[in-house]
């Protein structure tokens, strides 16, 4: 059994810790899957240039996927000329 515990903060968004996943970046993620997306084949490390939002997996303390990059706004135009 895991273990997660979720924070709520209203105002500025503070650094969220190195152990710790970003809500808006899983909330964008599984938004792209709403709307058809799947996860995308790029090299998705988060030390790469390429960090696309529909990345598999979760990078804790990192806040990159809450952002859309090129490789899902091509997964888009694609799905919605």
Not at 14 to 39: C, K, M, T, W, Y
Request: overall charge negative; charged content about 15%.
């Amino acid at each position: 059994m895991s273990r997660e515990d979720w924070y709520l903060i209203s105002g500025p968004t503070p650094p969220i810790g190195s152990g710790q996943i970003d809500a808006r970046s899983v909330a964008a993620h599984e938004f792209g899957h709403a709307l058809g997306l799947n996860h995308t084949q790029a090299t998705c490390c988060p030390n790469n240039s390429t960090k696309a939002t529909m990345c598999l997996g979760n990078n804790p303390g990192t806040t990159y996927k809450r952002s859309l990059e090129s490789d899902d706004r091509n997964g888009l135009n694609s799905l919605y000329p």
